[in-house]
């Protein structure tokens, strides 16, 4: 028992990375139906920038939020100067974008920061431990469960509670009802990239101390997290929190019981059997509308 | 915020209009509607109605073509719909824009998200009692209304904003006979809280019957224009529009002949 729940403090905290990362997928698909494949390694980039600062002395936190800033910018900048030009584009050619935008931004990583692996100093270890009855706990998967809650409270006090985000659900919804009722929907649009971008940036920060900082560090999480999105429900920003510690949990309790090998090959069974049952995912409801 | 409360609502002067800068739809439209006016524009399908209102808007990108489109005093060709919005116009499109899977309070809400004085609390409660259905369905998602009340919610939150003009877009279609009325009643009242009118319809009886002015759209131009009396009263309006029986007679083709002239 106690080993099982090993198993599932670790999933937690592999899962807040995934909720975070499917996070910022989904707000952006909710908003204009594109997917993002560049939504990793944007993240990478932000984590890289925080990496440079901190070789220069520069304080953790202000580090961290230089890097989720610079990740921000960069997702405002892309929609504003290459997809807003782009809009009359069909759906698959925005995505087919977002990849080219992924390509051009690994190469950049690539030709800054080499293809050597990087230690992240950060300031909580992995190896100072809790003990919880038994469980034991890094400090660092408290930090990660920890800070991914809190940015996903944040996120849903945005959404739910203030003016903002009530704009953004009706910019998402329609944006020319939106547009006519006076909401700047191409701020919205602006707003919403830098956010998810941001969240992204959030999660390569957390995860590049534990499995180290190269420019390909954020393509399995980002697999990850858009998988726990279908998972959850591509339109849904509870379902993509839910299929991100769904899918970071199974992950962890059967690369424990059974196979470490095949713990990625067990995530996408679950989502095949998850979507045979309910294809609009768990907390989904696109396929019914459409229907 | 210039323009002053002596400029027309709106005035749109020669307006062309050309769908991906091919397809003409509007070919030299002009027309006025004055501060606490209701102005109605008939004509029918594809005669460039609905295109008119989303070209004052600025829906169209880089339309109109030719021509100028005044709202409250300012020239506003070019313009995102944000700005024009934003200058005190209100558009309620065909099918509503209500945004289904917001709540019914959030929608009304939204209406003010222009607004940045402390009266919005107090007006949003007076437009509950205006509209008491709203109110028992506030926590509701606005998709699971029924048409007629999705047009009450578009109007009301449409008045949320304090529209200097409001742009109506065919607020009867698709509505039963009682609810037409219903609509067409609020409709008639808005004018008297300062808001001007601009009313698209097909159903002529009561935009004749609502407005104090009107024009006919055909094929892009406005055929006709006159007070809502003199309209209701030619019988070209009454044929085509009113739907007025005429004996048949075999002088039919000559009689359509002469309705296309327009006199």
Request: glycine share 10%; hydrophobic share 35%; net charge negative.
């Given at each position: 028992m106690i080993q099982f729940g090993q198993y599932v403090v670790g999933g937690l905290a592999t899962g807040s990375l995934y909720a975070l990362v499917a996070l910022g997928i989904v707000l952006l698909y909710r908003s204009s139906r594109v997917l993002n494949f560049a939504h990793g390694d944007i993240a990478t980039l932000a984590t890289f920038v925080a990496f440079t600062l901190l070789g220069r002395a520069v304080p953790f936190a202000a580090a961290v939020a230089a890097g989720l800033l610079a990740a921000a910018a960069l997702g405002a900048a892309f929609f504003f100067f290459v997809l807003r030009p782009a809009r009359e584009a069909s759906l698959l050619g925005k995505i087919v974008i977002t990849l080219g935008l992924a390509l051009v931004l690994s190469g950049v990583m690539l030709v800054t920061w080499g293809a050597d692996t990087q230690v992240f100093p950060f300031p909580?270890?992995?190896?100072r431990v809790y003990r919880l009855g038994g469980v034991v706990v890094s400090e660092m998967s408290v930090g990660t469960i920890g800070a991914g809650m809190a940015l996903m409270g944040l996120m849903y006090g945005l959404v739910q509670r203030t003016t903002l985000g009530l704009a953004m659900r009706a910019v998402a919804q329609d944006a020319t009802a939106a547009q006519a009722l006076g909401i700047p929907a191409r701020r919205i649009y602006a707003l919403t990239w830098g956010l998810a971008s941001a969240l992204g940036g959030a999660a390569g920060v957390l995860l590049a101390p534990v499995v180290y900082l190269d420019p390909y560090m954020m393509l399995d999480p980002f697999l990850k997290g858009f998988a726990a999105a279908v998972l959850g429900g591509i339109d849904s920003l509870p379902g993509a929190v839910v299929g991100g510690f769904i899918l970071g949990i199974a992950e962890n309790v059967f690369a424990g019981y059974v196979s470490f090998k095949f713990k990625t090959t067990l995530a996408f069974a679950i989502i095949v059997l998850v979507l045979t049952v309910r294809p609009e995912g768990l907390l989904g409801r696109e396929y019914r509308r459409r229907v | 915020m210039s323009g002053g409360d002596g400029a027309l609502p709106l005035r749109v002067a020669n307006v062309e209009t050309a769908y991906y800068g091919r397809?003409?739809?509007?070919?030299?439209v002009s027309l006025e509607v004055g501060a606490g006016r209701i102005v109605a524009l008939l004509g029918s399908n594809g005669a460039g109605k609905s295109t008119l209102l989303r070209t004052i808007m600025g829906f169209?990108?880089?339309?109109?073509?030719k021509g100028t489109v005044e709202v409250l005093g300012r020239r506003?060709?070019?313009?995102?719909p944000e700005d024009v919005a934003a200058l005190g116009v209100a558009y309620i499109p065909e099918g509503r824009?209500?945004?289904?899977?917001?709540?019914v309070e959030e929608n009304l809400r939204l209406g003010a998200y222009a607004r940045r004085d402390v009266g919005v609390r107090a007006d949003l409660a007076a437009m509950e009692d205006r509209f008491p259905v709203l109110r028992e369905r506030?926590?509701?998602?606005?998709?699971?209304?029924?048409g007629g009340e999705q047009q009450m919610l578009a109007l009301a939150r449409a008045l949320l904003g304090r529209p200097r003009l409001l742009l109506l877009d065919?607020?009867?279609?698709?509505?039963?006979p009682r609810l037409v009325a219903d609509v067409f009643r609020i409709i008639r009242d808005?004018?008297?809280?300062g808001t001007a009118i601009l009313l698209v319809e097909q159903n002529a009886r009561q935009a004749l019957a609502a407005a104090d002015y009107g024009y006919v759209l055909e094929s892009g131009r406005i055929v006709l224009e006159g007070t809502s009396a003199r309209l209701q009263a030619d019988p070209n309006v009454q044929e085509l529009y009113l739907g007025a029986v005429q004996d048949p007679s075999v002088k039919g083709f000559r009689r359509y002949k002469i309705r296309r002239r327009w006199e």
């Open positions: 909580l270890s992995d190896t | 397809l003409t739809v509007l070919r030299g169209i990108p880089d339309q109109p073509e506003v060709n070019g313009w995102d824009g209500i945004f289904p899977e917001l709540t506030r926590r509701q998602l606005a998709g699971t209304l029924s065919e607020p009867s279609l698709g509505l039963a808005i004018p008297s809280t």
